[in-house]
């Protein structure tokens, strides 16, 4: 069965630091593209943050040198370490692995900075 499953999610205050974790199971996972989505209340889902199978990695101008993703093939396991929060950061964080017309999608963790 293939799944995607998201944790590390909660409450941190602005200018905290959270890291966000997504473990793959029933795919090869080191040939997928991983991302990291975001979606916050009332509006749409945007790109966070990915990286290819080779390693590349790639960020939205919102959160460049702040926030870092890494895989671990080891462990099929992909990460987003978030530092420097704000507010705006408020949203359910989503991880989605692709390859080719592969597209598999997590469930989401919640992550709420708040004072």
């Known amino acids: 069965q293939v799944q995607l499953v998201e944790s590390g999610g909660g409450l941190v205050q602005p200018g905290g630091s959270l890291r966000i974790s997504c473990t793959a199971s029933g795919i090869l996972f080191s040939i997928y593209d991983m991302d990291w989505y975001r979606q916050a209340p009332g509006k749409q889902r945007e790109l966070v943050a990915g990286?290819?199978?080779?390693?590349?990695?790639f960020y939205a101008d919102s959160v460049k040198g702040r926030f870092t993703i890494s895989r671990d093939n080891a462990n099929n396991t992909v990460y987003l370490q978030m530092n420097s929060l704000k507010p705006e950061g408020t949203a359910d964080y989503y991880c989605n692995a692709n390859w080719g017309l592969y597209d598999v999608w997590g469930q989401g963790t919640q992550v709420t900075v708040s004072s």
């Open positions: 990286v290819t199978s080779g390693g590349r990695t």
